[in-house]
């Protein structure tokens, strides 16, 4: 029971952030598509989808956690998660493309069953990925492909200690003026829970709508979905999430957000704060 509660953990922080539509200096909404460096900053936070969104050739673009708490009860278990720090580092190699690289420098996770109560911490997994776009920014409809694959760098119990991958296929569309609906499939490559040399499918989906309130600040609610097809037992997860952001200036986006789960599979609550930054 342990190992399936620190998978579900494991996969409810590998699976959280996401986007963020904004506005020019006029105020007027920009696709979430724009690449260009003299347009607001487009993110792949908070909640848990993507925007099709490349960073501008030549610049990197840094996008954290500043504060993450994650709390699960399952089978007489209770799981927690601390992440103080989590960043995602961009650079932009191509009008259409740019390469990131994600890891947390420090995680803790407790955890307490039948009166026993045990705590790891340490540094997180890595995970690396790329990002190509394929549509004309201009157009309503954009579409990107991210593959990436997680590098087991973190210790047994805070990660499996095996190599994973997948592809994510975020579709963005832009549906009135100040509204963007996001469409996320991705399709994983995972190691078993039980016998960590074999591997698995795994299915992961989000349906998102993004509501522009005013010039700067935009409202995100989101269904989330992960079907883990693991040989011991299928791990089933659903979540609704929510997110606000708040654009400070073209290269700088404040963020904070929760998602809740659905089901006894799904932790119950995940809070956090967020900063995106682009130089």
Known sequence: MLLRVAAMIALALATAPAAAQSTNAEGQAVLPSESAADSPICTDRPTRSNFACTVPKGLFQIESDVASWTRIDVGGVRGDAIVPV???????????????VNWA???????????????????????????????????????????????????????????????????????????????????????????????HGRFVGLINLGYQMTPKVTFYTELWTSQDFDPSGTIRQYSFDFAVTRLVNNNTQLDFGGNFGLNSNTPDAQLYLGISTRF
């Open 86 to 100: 989590n960043p995602v580092i961009k650079y932009g190699v191509g009008t259409a493309t740019d390469v990131e």
């Open 105 to 199: 420098p420090y995680v803790r996770l407790r955890g307490r069953a039948f009166g026993t109560a045990t705590v790891l911490d340490g540094v997180g997994d890595v995970t690396l990925r790329l990002k190509q776009r394929f549509t004309d920014p201009s157009k309503p409809v954009q579409f990107s492909l991210i593959p990436y694959v997680k590098a087991p760098t973190a210790r047994l119990g805070i990660g499996n200690g095996e190599w994973e991958g997948g592809v994510i296929a975020p579709v963005n569309i832009s549906i009135a003026k100040s509204f963007t609906l996001t469409i996320v499939p991705q399709g994983d490559v995972a190691a078993d829970v039980l016998n960590p040399s074999a591997r």
